[in-house]
């Protein structure tokens, strides 16, 4: 965290990941959120310079465009992609995977929608998260659900990438909220329609059950019999 | 003492094991299709295998001075794998079964490479990463099967590794003194920039693959390309599985199948599993390619768990997808 020593400091850190460290803390008078990307000896130093330089590059690429399209994301502060650091304004906030189990129906429904909102956002402006979990979405104190982790985020290149979005969700939602999964998903798809138009939404979630069918993920794989 | 006879003819190897529950390897006998150019002839393998098969089952029952009445049961390798290769295995051991009354086993051969590494490694709860020449498959022990972390989207790491250095003019043979072309060719390589693809737990080689023989053909040096393709393959599958431990909590990985007799890929491991406290676990050369012996160990797992099937019913299955198999120990 070589930029904080001198204008910020890092308080607590939140979460070590297999990619990246998590931490907060203050920068330049903000409470921020920083974001290191880890250097791994097994990479050559060239692979590993070129990889933690591209994927940072291309997160804080994707969180600012996001963050002026008006989606509800991170602000970036700053950036040091050589280095692999994004410091980002810290979102205040729940995380929703465990909001949702003291929340009503009511406000869960409400929650879930405004997810939807954003993730819709986030299609609209022609980006794929990558990694649509509960535990990536932040219940603010107002209501409204701000979207963060974009590392495995990738511009869209064809109705498939949206497709596996939901279809991620799906499956989070199947396995960490099972007992209110469908009407949690009608409440996400409600607030994501709202953006995408019923049109691309129905062909999207047509695309997701084409994918569900196709097997290729860990509980819904399937056995093609031959012979 | 329980005795099976196990037989494996998935891809490129015939092989015939046999083992005892104490336990014991009481033999190992293989033969191997080599390609005089190109990759594997699915019929010409099949065929070379039908010609040394009576010799191989026998050489196997001289290793382990017995009869075959002294068998208990008779254990086939049914899939995953090559069609008209995996039916002269298939063929041999229901001829086998039905003529001296013994019950077959149905095997996975991914499964059965997984056991024998659990077994001669002692790992106990492995995170487990399954490389071979038609696999590239991260698994882990859940709820009675292997459930499948991540796994390559098109090719096998294995089949990208032959296919690379054939291409370059390289190969056959792929493996010389046990050691890959590509890891020897990689030698005194530098650095060139080609794609790195991680799709959230998957790994993919195929990009990579058009990619390191375009920049053959644009005159890049063949040791950069070795160096920088292998770097790229390697270090995609080592960022998954770190992943893959990251999620599940594991404290084991269990290195399976012929690319894990790369020495270079294991230290790659190695080097990760210092900084994460992991214990590496790796198979040992001669049962990381496919062998008789671990069809043989496996079936056994299953016989003494009462699962046989009818010959009639042994039918091959070309796609037998890992995480479709109960594993009841």
Redesign the interface.
């Known amino acids: 965290m070589t930029a904080s020593t001198y204008i910020g400091r890092v308080d607590k850190v939140i979460y070590l990941?297999?990619?990246a460290l998590v931490a907060e803390g203050e920068f330049l008078g903000r409470r921020v959120v920083f974001k290191q990307r880890i250097s791994?000896?097994?990479?050559?130093p060239?692979?590993d310079k070129?990889?933690i330089h591209r994927r940072t590059l291309s997160e804080a690429r994707i969180l600012t465009l996001l963050e002026q399209a008006g989606v509800r994301v991170p602000r970036p502060v700053f950036i040091d992609p050589l280095v692999g650091l994004i410091v980002m304004e810290k979102v205040e906030g729940v995380v929703l995977r465990d909001a949702l189990k003291d929340l009503d129906r009511e406000s869960a429904c409400r929650a879930m929608a405004s997810a939807g909102t954003e993730i819709g956002k986030i299609h609209r402006a022609g980006v794929a998260h990558?990694?649509v979990t509960t535990s990536n979405m932040i219940l603010s104190k107002d209501g409204s659900v701000y979207i963060v982790d974009l590392g495995?985020a990738k511009h869209i290149e064809d109705i498939e990438d949206m497709a596996v979005d939901i279809h991620l969700l799906i499956r989070v939602l199947e396995s960490s909220h099972y007992l209110v999964k469908d009407e949690l998903f009608k409440c996400f798809i409600s607030g994501y329609r709202e953006i995408v138009g019923d049109d691309l939404t129905r062909k999207i979630l047509d695309k997701v059950s084409e994918i569900r069918m196709r097997g290729?993920y860990?509980e819904e794989?399937r056995?093609?019999?031959?012979? | 003492m329980v005795i099976v006879l196990g037989v494996e003819s998935t891809a490129h190897t015939f092989g015939v094991g046999i083992v005892s529950d104490e336990p014991r390897i009481l033999a190992d006998s293989r033969f191997n299709y080599v390609p005089e150019k190109g990759g594997i002839h699915p019929r010409e393998a099949a065929d070379s295998f039908i010609k040394n098969a009576p010799r191989v089952l026998r050489e196997a029952l001289v290793q382990a001075n017995l009869t075959i009445e002294s068998i208990d049961a008779i254990a086939v390798a049914l899939g995953p794998g090559l069609?008209p290769c995996l039916r002269v295995g298939a063929t041999a051991a229901r001829a086998l079964a039905s003529y001296y009354g013994k019950p077959l086993v149905p095997v996975n051969h991914a499964v059965a490479h997984i056991e024998i590494g659990r077994m001669l490694t002692g790992a106990r709860d492995p995170l487990v990463v399954y490389i071979s020449g038609g696999n590239t498959i991260i698994a882990a022990l859940h709820g009675g099967r292997y459930?499948?972390?991540g796994e390559t989207?098109d090719m096998a790491l294995g089949n990208f590794m032959d296919t690379l250095v054939r291409e370059l003019g390289l190969a056959p043979p792929y493996i010389v003194n046990g050691v890959h072309v590509l890891d020897r060719c990689s030698e005194g390589g530098k650095?060139i920039?080609l794609p790195?693809v991680v799709k959230?737990q998957d790994t993919s080689y195929s990009g990579l693959l058009t990619a390191a023989l375009k920049a053959y053909k644009s005159g890049a040096r063949t040791e950069d390309i070795c160096f920088?393709a292998r770097?790229?393959a390697y270090?995609s599958l080592?960022?998954v599985a770190?992943?893959g431990v990251?999620?599940l909590g594991k404290k084991e990985v269990l290195l399976v199948g012929g690319v894990a007799a790369s020495r270079y890929l294991v230290e790659?491991?190695k080097?990760?599993s210092e900084?994460r406290n992991l214990r590496i676990y790796v198979v040992p050369p001669k049962y990381a390619v496919d062998n008789g012996v671990m069809i043989a160990w496996t079936g056994l797992q299953l016989f003494k768990k009462g699962v046989t099937v009818e010959p009639e019913r042994a039918?091959?299955?070309?796609?037998?997808?890992l995480?479709?198999v109960d594993v009841h120990w």
Request: charged share 35%; proline share 2%.
């Open positions: 990941g297999a990619e791994k000896p097994y990479r050559a060239e692979l070129v990889i990558g990694d495995l290729r860990v794989r056995v093609r019999k031959t012979n | 069609g459930r499948i972390f989207l650095f920039d790195y959230g920088s770097e790229i270090s080592v960022e770190e992943r990251a999620q790659k491991f080097t990760m900084y039918v091959v299955r070309q796609r037998w997808r995480d479709s």
